[in-house]
């Protein structure tokens, strides 16, 4: 069973429905116009194993532990409160469940050539993001926002990593952590060297 929250008119649902036949969907959405568009979106598409119900992610009608996955899609975007809305989705996975959480964040746009209208057209669409309650730049707050709402989090690559492929990560992770480390230790002794100098003299 698969909660998709937040279906809007159904594009993300398409895909997910067809990719995993053997499923079974609850997409919801608070506007009944998105869900009643979805409906037809799916139907013409022969899709059929997906439940369309409007609701609202903070008053849901859904039992505790009733679902095996939770999909969520450019949907805390929106919302005052993601946190809470995450916390509230977590109740909702069995145990051992687990949460598919996607969001954008505009403010990581870049310009080449860079164009300060473009920019603010960007800022522009964050502010009035902002005005109406959501976050454009939530994508960089999803880890926090997710620890805060109690989910066990845990990295793991997501197929196996080609040798290759491996050896970059490496270069940019364990080096810069083995420099990070080097750094530290020398701004200890040099910490260290400054306060014996005041000791000495
Ligand atoms: C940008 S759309 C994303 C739709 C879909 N997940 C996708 O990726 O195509 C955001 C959706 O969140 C829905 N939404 C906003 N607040 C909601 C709430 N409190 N409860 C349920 N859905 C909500 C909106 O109606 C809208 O359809």
């Known amino acids: 069973m698969v909660l ?25 959405d608070v506007s009944a ?14 899709i059929t194993n997906v439940h369309f ?33 995450l916390t509230i989705l977590n109740r909702l996975l069995r145990p051992g469940g687990t949460m598919t959480v996607i969001e954008g964040d505009h403010g ?11 920019r603010m057209a960007i800022q522009c669409l964050v502010e009035l993001q902002r005005l109406a309650g959501g976050n454009a730049l939530i994508g960089r707050q999803l880890y926090p926002l997710m ?4 989910l066990d989090l845990r990295l793991r690559p997501i197929s196996p990593i080609p040798k290759p492929l491996m050896q970059v990560f490496e270069i940019f992770t364990e080096r810069p952590r083995q420099t990070a480390s080097s750094a ?18």
């Not at 937040?6 to 609850?26: E, H, K, M, W």
Request: with cysteine.
């Open 53 to 85: 119900q409007q609701a609202d992610i903070f008053a849901l009608p859904f039992a505790p532990e009733s679902f095996d996955h939770i999909f969520v899609c450019f949907v805390l975007e929106h919302l005052s409160r993601p946190a809470e809305a």
């Open 147 to 150: 620890v805060e709402a109690g």
């Open 108 to 118: 990581s746009t870049y310009f080449h050539p860079d164009s300060s209208a473009a």
């Open 4 to 28: 998709e929250a937040g279906c809007g008119i159904g594009a993300q649902t398409v895909t997910l429905a067809q990719r995993s036949p053997d499923a079974r969907f609850t997409s919801f």
């Open 184 to 201: 530290t230790r020398s701004s200890r002794a040099w910490e260290k060297s400054t306060s014996l100098d005041k000791i000495s003299h």
């Open 33 to 46: 116009d998105s869900v009643a568009q979805a409906k037809r979106t799916t139907d013409a598409a022969g």
